[in-house]
């Protein structure tokens, strides 16, 4: 049983542009105050004052380079340390849209720490307090490729697939602690990410790139309705139904004490018998 989250403190990674600047407004405007993380400081205190003009919202701002381990422990060090968080919201990612052969293996590294070791690190600075008070939330910023690794960069779709499983399992872990978990599927997002990995996103996926505005605010309908994966961009509900059931229904048959039929090693006999055959 989940339980209401109260607008107490919301904390969002990533928060001085994109998708995490609309996830700060959107939440302001829900009652809660901020504590917005990113690494460009000028960014966020422009944020975080208009915010707190227009909204009337304490806001926070801790600049950080989550890719960097004393930035990433002053954050977890706050996370732990502040009774009045009620909603973590791990959007900062990277993306790359290069061939993995044709990446720098130091590039892809630093996407993984942005995008697999600091989400993980944050929530497990995050989620002990939330389950001694009996409430809170987690939304955490995956991507279409999570299930489609074939469109983009690999490193990038398995980081986003890490994302998705690692809140799978959280979601299993702590739906009956009180704590609401969700995954966000977005697909390509008009946002400053892509002109960081060096792709026009307009010009390469025409006619269908969402605004964040759109896709923060259906992200938090689906939240608000309880889902856990959300996708804002897929009409038919019932198709990320079909293919989660798929997937549950797999689940008995992926161990057992002996390997498949298919993988028998073939007896003496049989292979003399292939091979005349042959």
């Given at each position: 049983m989940i339980t209401p989250i109260h607008p107490g403190t919301a904390v969002i990674t990533g928060a001085s542009t994109g998708i995490g600047a609309v996830y700060a407004d959107r939440l302001a405007r829900r009652g809660f105050d901020l504590i917005l993380i990113a690494r460009q400081r000028p960014l966020l205190d422009k944020l975080a004052q208009q915010i707190a003009t227009e909204r009337g919202r304490a806001v926070k701002v801790i600049a950080a380079d989550l890719t960097k381990k004393p930035d990433l422990a002053a954050v977890e060090e706050?996370?732990?340390?502040?009774?009045?968080?009620?909603?973590?919201?791990?959007?900062?990612?990277?993306?790359?849209?290069?061939?993995?052969?044709?990446?720098r293996a130091d590039q892809m590294e630093e996407m993984i720490a942005l995008n697999v070791t600091a989400l993980t690190r944050l929530t497990y600075a995050a989620v002990p307090g939330m389950v001694?008070?009996?409430?809170?939330?987690?939304?955490?910023?995956?991507?279409?490729?999570a299930v489609a690794p074939e469109f983009l960069n690999g490193v990038y779709g398995g980081s986003k697939a890490f994302v998705?499983?690692?809140?799978?399992?959280l979601r299993h872990e702590l739906l009956s602690?009180?704590?609401?978990?969700?995954?966000?599927?977005?697909?390509?997002?008009?946002?400053?990410?892509?002109?960081?990995?060096?792709?026009d996103v307009d010009e390469a996926m025409s006619g269908r790139v969402m605004t964040p505005e759109d896709l923060v605010d259906?992200?938090?309908?689906?939240?608000?309705?309880?889902?856990?994966?959300?996708?804002?961009?897929?009409?038919?509900?019932?198709?990320?139904?079909?293919?989660?059931?798929?997937?549950?229904a797999l689940q008995p048959h992926l161990s057992a004490e002996k390997p498949a039929a298919r993988y028998r090693t073939p007896t003496s006999s049989e292979v003399v018998g292939i091979a005349q055959r042959v």
């Open positions: 706050t996370l732990w340390s502040d009774a009045s968080i009620t909603l973590l919201v791990n959007n900062a990612g990277v993306a790359s849209a290069s061939p993995l052969l044709g990446s001694a008070r009996g409430a809170g939330g987690i939304i955490n910023i995956s991507s279409i490729v998705l499983a690692f809140s799978q399992s602690k009180g704590i609401a978990v969700q995954a966000v599927l977005p697909g390509p997002t008009r946002t400053p990410l892509w002109h960081t990995a060096g792709v259906a992200a938090l309908a689906g939240f608000d309705a309880g889902e856990f994966a959300t996708l804002p961009a897929l009409a038919d509900a019932r198709m990320w139904e079909r293919f989660d059931a798929a997937r549950v």
